[in-house]
C-alpha cells in the first residue's frame, strides 16, 4: 500500500495556475479544498500508523476524499473551459 499524500498539486499537476485562481476567487473551491486537505491528512497519518483507525473508519474517509476530489475536478473543468 502507498503511503504517499494525495496533494491537489499532485493530483492536478497541470492545472497549478487554475487551483491557485480558484483559490483567490470561490469560497466554494476554498471550503472543499480545505475539507480535501484535512481529510487527506488525516488518510495519510492512519496509513503510517500514526493515528489508529478501523478499516471502515480509513475506507469511508477515502470515499470523502474521492468525492471531494471529483468536484474539485469538475470545477477545475469548468474553470479551464472558461478561461477562469
Do not use: C
Amino acid at each position: 500500500m502507498s503511503h504517499v499524500p494525495h496533494e491537489l498539486h499532485e493530483e492536478f499537476p497541470d492545472a497549478g495556475e487554475a487551483l491557485h485562481a480558484l483559490k483567490e476567487n470561490d469560497a466554494h473551491f476554498v471550503k472543499l479544498s480545505d475539507e480535501y486537505h484535512a481529510i487527506n491528512r488525516e488518510i495519510h497519518r492512519i496509513e503510517t500508523d500514526v493515528e489508529p483507525a478501523s478499516d471502515e473508519t480509513l475506507e469511508d474517509l477515502k470515499k470523502k476524499r474521492l468525492s471531494l476530489k471529483d468536484q474539485i475536478a469538475a470545477m477545475l473543468a469548468v474553470s479551464e473551459n472558461t478561461g477562469s
